[in-house]
């Protein structure tokens, strides 16, 4: 029974160039929940998708940042232009509901560096 | 806007010694509450949450926290730790509607042997 899975796993990209993240959630699950974690700090929410549709955006940069969630394949955070500042470790979550109840499954993350 | 305060940001331990983290949040309302374990190289898993009922809740691997309305806290417990426990503590808490958590800042626990 596969959880959510993240990759790349570990993410290098110079300054200007775009970086793409994919999750793919636990089978069955039409719910995806991105978030953000800056050194020493805990994560931060940025998006919420489900099912081609962005149910809540409000963690996201203005610029620069995307997110998807198509009907078929897996969850794509694409950040273009990247700066320093982006580097972080960027996790995806996945549920089988959008109610609050329903515990979130959490993939490995994606570590980006951004050189 | 809803914040969750974590206070300790590392903590170190002996094996056996009895832990206790602490966690507080600032909302009003009705919240579920959460606390995730990273362990090194691995993903967030669920150690345990609340959402009503009992505010004292059992989780796996001998972990409870008790959630104190009053003082707006929920705070994370074990009687007797192990190596094997090292890892980073994430406390969180949503609001509800749906699944967007407020996480805290985490605690780094180290047990030594």
Known sequence: NA??????????????????????PVKGHSHVYWYRQLPEEGLKFMVYLQKENIIDESGMPKERFSAEFPKEGPSILRIQQVVRGDSAAYFC??????????????????????? | AQSVS?????????????????CNYSYGGTVNLFWYVQYPGQ???????????????????????????????????????????????????????????????????????
Request: charged letters at 20%; aromatic letters at 10%; glycine letters at 10%.
């Open chain 2, 43 to 113: 993903h967030l898993q669920l150690l345990l949450k609340y959402f009503s009922g009992d505010p004292l809740v059992k989780g796996i691997k001998g972990f409870e926290a008790e959630f104190i309305k009053s003082k707006f806290s929920f705070n994370l417990r074990k009687p007797s730790v192990q190596w094997s426990d090292t890892a980073e503590y994430f406390c969180a808490v949503n609001v509800g509607g749906y699944n967007k958590l407020i996480f805290g800042a985490g605690t780094r626990l180290a047990v030594h042997p």
């Open chain 1, 93 to 115: 979550a996945s549920s089988n509901s959008g109610t609050g109840e329903t515990e979130a499954f959490f993939g490995q993350g994606t570590r980006l560096t951004v050189v």
């Open chain 2, 6 to 22: 974590q206070h300790n940001h590392h903590v170190i331990l002996s094996e056996a010694a009895s832990l206790e983290l602490g």
């Open chain 1, 3 to 24: 959880g959510v899975m993240q990759n790349p796993r570990h993410l290098v990209r110079r300054r200007g160039q775009e970086a793409r993240l994919r999750c793919s």
